[in-house]
């Protein structure tokens, strides 16, 4: 299985981007999926996570981002919206399969700054 993330890069504050991540390979049932981030000198944190019925977002991103996922193309999608400067991070995206266990994206750098 390999995952591939893209769709990072430069935006302004209160701008907006969609992260991609495309799971390749033998692909199993998935248990579920979700983004990451860690920012200069932090830890990865969770940013949001979508199983088959429910969707979880950190307080920090709540009615800001979105998590969705496209079941025919194999891939998993961050709405983000008004973006803030400590939105910047290196985004990582993580899919967890029921039998070969839990995947992860190469990152994709996000900075938001004017």
């Known amino acids: 299985v390999q995952l591939q993330a893209f769709g990072g890069g430069l935006v302004q504050p209160g701008g907006f981007l969609r992260l991609s991540c495309a799971a390749s390979?033998?692909?199993?049932?998935?248990?579920?999926m979700g983004w990451y981030r860690q920012a200069p000198g932090k830890q990865r944190d969770l940013v949001a996570i979508?199983?088959?019925?429910?969707?979880t977002y950190a307080d920090s991103v709540k009615g800001r981002f979105t998590i969705s996922r496209d079941n025919a193309k194999n891939t998993m999608y961050l709405q983000m919206n008004s973006l803030k400067p400590e939105d910047t991070a290196v985004y990582y995206c993580?899919?967890?399969?029921?039998?070969?266990?839990?995947?992860w994206g190469q990152g994709t750098l996000v900075t938001v700054s004017s």
């Open positions: 993580n899919f967890v399969f029921w039998v070969v266990g839990s995947y």
């Open positions: 979508l199983t088959s019925g429910t969707t």
């Open positions: 390979g033998s692909i199993s049932s998935i248990s579920h």
